[in-house]
């Protein structure tokens, strides 16, 4: 496995179809909050007005976290058992979260007060929708710096000394 | 850019230590984003994790840093196992206390253990070994410590956790080696 330093990035069109997935899913489910990130807890999208990027970036690492946690327990019992969505509540608030195709993952956070019923129904077709979508996106990796390893060296030393 | 560094070792090796007094050393420069985030037990004890936001400016891009512990326990390795998904480079914290040698070789035992079954090549991993508790009288010797604590031969640190000393050398250090391998693939593309 190679190092996955790297920034995601989606084509146009690409952007376009995602927004309208998960458009569809925001109106249909009224979720007050979307993520898409990658195992890492690397966030790719995030849609809800509540949080700010950096909150964002610390609820998609925990959520990642919670969910391979949750992947470990089933494997204790069963080492051939996987997890593909992990649904849980808080007194106030639903959380889904579920695998994709390409190590990435998506998690909704949902007022209580919704249907669980269809609030699981839409998400399960959002995440067949995103899968769908997933499978045919090119991830192309963003070479950001253009620093030799010796620039690089004495860079890190006149930030962090 | 976003990086995720993972900080592990054995049971109060000073992990969470150092990443607060990283965290500290860090806000008085403004290079974090947001909170200290931590879960631990009633005793102030690493729970599941431990993480904080750095933003660095290099070559005209931020490069964001997720930086993240493990819980030390032994049983609580299920829990390590889903923190380090994903990682870019781990700071092995190692207790140089006297008597801690077999606790500090099994932690990375088990370490070697999951990163293999991760699929990354165990010696490519970029890696750093933080000594800590160097102000002990009960230290042993780096030289003694290499040949168990550095299969890698990889960098390394002295640090006083406690103090602040050599956290952010070690913090540098691991950055420089996730970036290096970065920089180095770019180079031959």
Redesign the interface.
């Known amino acids: 496995?190679?190092?996955?330093?790297?920034?995601y990035s989606l084509s146009e069109d690409a952007k376009a179809k995602l927004n309208t997935v998960i458009d569809n899913f925001q109106v249909k489910s009224e979720a007050k909050n979307i993520f898409i990130f990658?195992?890492?807890?690397?966030v790719l999208v995030y849609r809800g007005k509540n949080l700010?990027e950096?909150?964002a970036?610390?609820v998609a690492?925990?959520m990642?976290?919670?969910?391979?946690?949750s992947?470990?327990?089933g494997n204790?019992i069963d080492r051939e058992d996987t997890l593909n969505e992990l649904i849980y509540e808080t007194k106030k608030r639903i959380f889904l979260i579920a695998r994709l195709k390409g190590?990435f993952l998506v998690g909704v956070i949902s007022d209580k007060g919704k249907n669980l019923g269809s609030l699981r129904l839409f998400f399960k077709h959002f995440v067949q929708d995103l899968n769908q979508l997933f499978g045919s996106i090119q991830k192309v990796e963003?070479?950001?710096?253009?620093?030799?390893?010796k620039?690089?060296?004495e860079?890190?030393?006149e930030?962090?000394? | 850019?976003?990086?995720?560094i993972v900080f592990f070792g054995a049971s109060l090796a000073g992990k969470s230590t150092t990443v607060r007094q990283l965290y500290k050393i860090l806000k008085e420069r403004n290079?974090t984003?947001?909170d200290f985030?931590s879960m631990e037990t009633d005793e102030n004890r690493t729970l599941?994790?431990e993480?904080f936001?750095t933003q660095?400016?290099?070559?005209g891009?931020q490069?964001?840093v997720?930086v993240?512990t493990t819980p030390g326990q032994f049983r609580l390795h299920?829990?390590r196992?889903?923190?380090l998904?994903?990682?870019?480079g781990l700071v092995f914290t190692v207790d140089s206390q006297k008597g801690r040698e077999e606790v500090n070789f099994l932690v990375l035992r088990e370490m070697a253990y999951v990163l293999k079954e991760?699929?990354?090549?165990l010696y490519?991993?970029?890696v750093v070994v933080q000594y800590n508790k160097r102000d002990l009288e009960n230290a042993l010797p780096v030289e003694e410590l290499q040949p168990i604590c550095n299969p890698w031969d990889a960098p390394y640190t002295e640090t006083v956790a406690t103090k602040g000393i050599g956290v952010?050398e070690t913090?540098?250090l691991i950055?420089?080696q996730?970036?290096?391998?970065?920089?180095?693939?770019?180079?031959r593309?």
Not at chain 1, 64 to 69: D, I, L
Not at chain 1, 142 to 149: A, G, R
Not at chain 2, 85 to 88: S, T
Not at chain 2, 118 to 121: A, K, L, M, Q
């Open positions: 496995m190679e190092l996955d330093i790297i920034s990658d195992k890492a807890g690397r700010s950096t909150e970036e610390f690492s925990i990642s976290a919670v969910f391979f946690a992947e470990e327990l204790i190590n963003k070479y950001e710096l253009s620093l030799s390893p620039q690089l060296e860079k890190l030393k930030v962090l000394s | 850019m976003k990086l995720k290079l984003k947001g985030v599941f994790v993480l936001l660095l400016p290099l070559d891009e490069v964001d997720k993240l299920p829990l196992k889903a923190i998904q994903g990682v870019d991760f699929g990354y090549d490519k991993i970029p952010l913090f540098r950055l420089q996730a970036l290096r391998s970065y920089v180095e693939e770019k180079s593309k």
